[in-house]
């Protein structure tokens, strides 16, 4: 997922050598699909002034689009949906872009500025519009299940005894049914992808337009997918980055992080042992590792601070897994908990992702409230440690901590339904244009080029190399020139026979350390680790 207010300068704009120009849809009528046919036209939206200074920096509009809380249901109990939107300041106007930062479970209004960073003020020429999916966010009824989940000191992830087994399934199981005894539990039956699918479409509606570009990054990768299978007739393109594998949703697709993860991880291990002069953690990929190894085993006997065991360690290492932009900062933390003692850092950027105060677990209760029933999960808790287990041998960084992250999924109160059968029916003159780095942890590659596969009008440009996970429009021109191109005309690059990428680019490059250690300052907030 696209972390939030990510800073993405875009740097230098460049042209970028397009081919097989496949032109954008003139509007048609207007057609029904089996889900719009359920739902009543969206009321008007009263647009005012945002809240958030971001949003109102960025002279962004806010409103509330007020949905069914069961579109079978159009005349019954409603939701209420806060959304954002940044107008066109140029022209031609040449649409509307929907966004979706990821998560499941993130809130999205903050993506409506997102426009300025596309290479040649060509976003400038749309209008953008955020949303907060029902549940998360500012929107109503908002689901939490235990403000207090994420504390400190946990027992450590991987299970190295029945009492730890026991306790972290007892915990999983317990934070399931507390979401069953939720305020908001009559969401929990409503928040699968095709109910926010649905709930964009109304959008459509209300703003008066016939056809959309669909933005998803990460788990909006799929919510694209599936909004283009309900509405075909309303997709003017897509652009997806960190792509999801509608195949795998959602079991499989967790696991097939772990080794992922395992990877990008390594890699940044490896950039800080190109600096032992800076960090003073080793030499090299190995010596870091049995630098951080050292720290975990010391952390799990005695926690720093009291507070900071292995756990709140990996989950702060994490955020280098997702973000190369973020190496600094983490390598930071670490070299002031095991050269100085201080685990300041780390405690940052662990409440990074895990925050506290009120609804607090917003953001992971509403993970799983869609995961959960978004597709149909194995009960067997054999099974899930048996996975485990296997994917620990030659992963051990992320597979448990993922486990446990994902176990309440196993006792989720309500049933999960079969996935959505993603197709590109009605879209073989759509643009599809996907985004991808080859190392991606979170979306692994393999699912962009499933995805290509599946849509005969998918372009796939990879960053080659690249561990980052959704990071375009951050300044790597060849990557954003694409974007540029396909929300100008709908160009994209000429399709490459095989299973591979149509366009091939450099990755995010990641950082060089300042040379000046107190010249560094961390970023506003780090991503959120749940944020697939």
């Not at 972390?3 to 704009?13: C, H, L, M, N, R």
């Not at 995961?371 to 051990?396: E, F, G, I, M, Y």
Request: proline fraction near 8%; charged fraction near 20%.
């Amino acid at each position: 997922m696209l972390s939030k207010k990510v800073a993405a300068a875009v740097a230098g704009i460049l042209t970028a050598g397009l081919a097989a120009v496949v032109p954008l849809s003139a509007p048609a009528a207007v057609g029904e699909s089996p889900v719009a046919a359920a739902a009543q036209q969206a009321p008007a939206i009263s647009w005012g002034r945002c809240k958030d200074p971001d949003l109102r920096k960025a002279k962004a509009q806010c409103g509330t689009l007020v949905v069914p809380l069961d579109h079978a249901d159009p005349t019954g109990p409603t939701v209420s949906l806060a959304v954002s939107r940044v107008l066109h300041t140029r022209g031609p106007f040449r649409g509307a872009v929907f966004t979706n930062p990821g998560g499941p479970g993130s809130d999205g209004t903050w993506l409506a500025p997102y426009g300025k960073y596309v290479p040649r003020k060509i976003g400038l020429t749309y209008d953008w519009y955020g949303v907060d999916p029902r549940g998360t966010g500012a929107s109503r009824p908002l689901l939490t299940c235990d403000k207090s989940y994420f504390g400190w000191d946990r027992p450590d992830y991987v299970p190295t005894s029945p009492k730890i087994m026991k306790y972290w399934r007892h915990t999983t199981e317990k934070y399931a049914k507390d979401c069953g005894r939720s305020k908001a539990k009559r969401l929990l039956g409503h928040v699968r992808t095709t109910d926010t699918a649905t709930d964009f479409d109304l959008l459509r509606q209300a703003i008066g337009v016939d056809k959309v570009t669909f933005f998803g990054f990460s788990y909006g990768t799929y919510l694209a997918q599936v909004y283009a299978t309900l509405f075909p007739d309303h997709v003017q393109a897509l652009i997806m980055d960190g792509v999801i594998d509608p195949d795998r949703v959602f079991y499989q697709s967790n696991l097939d992080q772990d080794p992922a993860f395992q990877k990008s991880f390594n890699a940044f291990l490896a950039w800080v042992g190109k600096y032992p002069k800076t960090y003073h953690l080793g030499r090299g990929r190995k010596a870091v590792e049995r630098t951080y190894e050292h720290l975990r085993a010391r952390l799990k006997r005695h926690p720093a601070g009291g507070k900071v065991g292995p756990d709140e360690l990996d989950d702060a290492l994490l955020n280098a897994g997702y973000y190369n932009g973020y190496y600094p900062y983490v390598a930071d933390a670490l070299a002031s908990l095991v050269n100085d003692g201080n685990p300041a850092g780390i405690k940052e950027l662990y409440r990074s992702s895990n925050p506290v105060g009120k609804a607090a677990d917003n953001s992971f209760a509403m993970y799983l409230a869609v995961q959960c029933t978004d597709a149909v999960w194995p009960k067997s808790w054999k099974k899930w440690r048996n996975d485990s287990r296997r994917l620990d041998r030659k992963a051990p960084f992320l597979t448990w901590a993922n486990n446990w992250f994902n176990a309440p999924c196993r006792t989720w109160p309500v049933a999960g339904k079969s996935r959505v059968d993603v197709t590109a029916a009605g879209l073989d003159d759509v643009p599809v244009l996907l985004l991808s780095e080859t190392h991606d942890p979170a979306t692994p590659y393999a699912g962009a080029l499933a995805v290509r596969k599946l849509f005969p009008s998918a372009r796939l440009v990879a960053g080659v190399g690249g561990y980052s996970h959704a990071v375009s429009l951050s300044g790597v021109a060849c990557t954003d020139n694409a974007i540029a191109a396909v929300l100008r005309d709908g160009s994209l690059p000429a399709r490459k026979a095989g299973n591979r990428a149509d366009k091939e680019c450099r990755p995010l490059a990641p950082p060089t350390p300042p040379k000046e250690k107190d010249a560094r300052t961390a970023p506003l907030q780090l991503r959120s680790w749940w944020s697939r």
